[in-house]
């Protein structure tokens, strides 16, 4: 049986919370730092990812597999796991040299920030607008074709202005 699209969106939403270990393991085998570009091809080596899944892309023409271990990295500086004081280049706090981290652990990692977030948007909301941010729903993986689709809705559009552009990319990705 095929899953619903909603519960195929919230399993897609959790799958970055499998790179959280090996993440730490690739640092690890890397000497405790790396560049993301290292660290991804690492982590594709580290978990015999096929080419498949290393070359796919989201609907923005980013890779999902580097999106999903940014997305890992996000959660993992959170936690003092990793250290982001260098830009462009991902080191292991004292931590993270001697963390050990399973799926169960990632998600408790996850749930514990989320709700940080959660209960930080609701002290930094004014009053009125308290009620309106609990409903909005949470962000799809598809922000950018939204976004796309409204811009392309907007009157005078010069996509050839842009054609280097991000956006032009992307129209030219769902044409």
Known sequence: MKPSP???????GGRFLRYFGPLLDALRALGGSGTPDEVVERIALDMGLSDEVQNELLPSGESRLR???AWARF????????DSSRR?????????RSAK??????????????????????????????????EEPEPTA???SELLDLLIKLPRLDLNACRNGY???????KS
């Open 6 to 12: 909603q519960q195929a969106k919230k399993s897609e």
């Open 67 to 69: 999106n999903q271990v």
């Open 75 to 82: 959660y993992l500086v959170r936690e003092g796991l990793i």
């Open 88 to 96: 462009g280049i991902w080191s292991l706090t004292e931590r993270g």
């Open 101 to 134: 981290l399973s799926l169960e652990l990632a998600k408790e990692i996850r749930s514990r920030w989320v709700r940080f977030f959660q209960e930080q948007r609701k002290v930094n909301a004014p009053e009125a607008d308290m009620e309106r941010a609990e």
């Open 142 to 144: 598809d922000v950018d």
């Open 167 to 173: 956006f032009a990319r992307l129209a030219l990705s």
